[in-house]
């Protein structure tokens, strides 16, 4: 409850900040892709808002993109240590699947009595 409060708290005035700031700057900029200035086929216009607010989602998104395709060898690494544990656990519950039958095994296995042994002559 309070976690959606305090997002509520620092959400709400960071929306109204970004709604004013792309009320204020609707006017249009030339932008060109064109260094030399030679081609004017690669000038356009657009709002200020529109350029920024782009601008920092291309960012935002190039930079996670960045950041996933450096951490690969560690994805790398966790997936084999996970299929590692999990063929450990395989053979751990194997090796105890086959102390269960061994004892079973001893369980059945009748002792030998000991009147018997009594009952046998020794050799002297």
Same mark, same amino acid.
């Given at each position: 409850?309070?976690?959606?409060?305090?997002? &509520?708290?620092?959400?709400? +005035? =960071?929306? *109204?900040? $970004?709604?004013?700031?792309?009320? #204020?700057?609707?006017?249009?900029? @030339?932008?060109?892709?064109?260094?030399?200035?030679?081609?004017?086929? &690669?000038?356009?216009?657009? +709002? =200020?808002? *529109?350029? $920024?607010?782009?601008?920092?989602? #291309?960012?935002?998104?190039?930079? @996670?993109?960045?950041?996933?395709?450096?951490?690969?060898?560690?994805?790398?690494?966790?997936?084999?240590?996970?299929?590692?544990?999990?063929?450990?656990?395989?053979?751990?519950?194997?090796?105890?699947?086959?102390?269960?039958?061994?004892?079973?095994?001893?369980?059945?296995?009748?002792?030998?009595?000991?009147?018997?042994?009594?009952?046998?002559?020794?050799?002297?």
């Amino acid at each position: 409850m309070i976690s959606k409060i305090l997002s &509520f708290l620092i959400l709400v +005035p =960071l929306a *109204i900040v $970004l709604v004013l700031f792309c009320v #204020l700057n609707r006017e249009v900029v @030339g932008v060109t892709l064109d260094p030399f200035g030679t081609m004017p086929q &690669f000038t356009f216009g657009l +709002p =200020l808002f *529109i350029l $920024l607010m782009g601008a920092v989602i #291309l960012g935002t998104v190039l930079g @996670g993109l960045g950041t996933w395709l450096t951490q690969a060898h560690y994805r790398r690494k966790a997936w084999k240590r996970k299929n590692e544990v999990e063929r450990l656990r395989r053979e751990a519950d194997d090796a105890k699947e086959r102390l269960r039958v061994l004892r079973e095994e001893k369980a059945a296995v009748p002792a030998p009595s000991t009147s018997m042994a009594l009952a046998a002559p020794r050799a002297a």
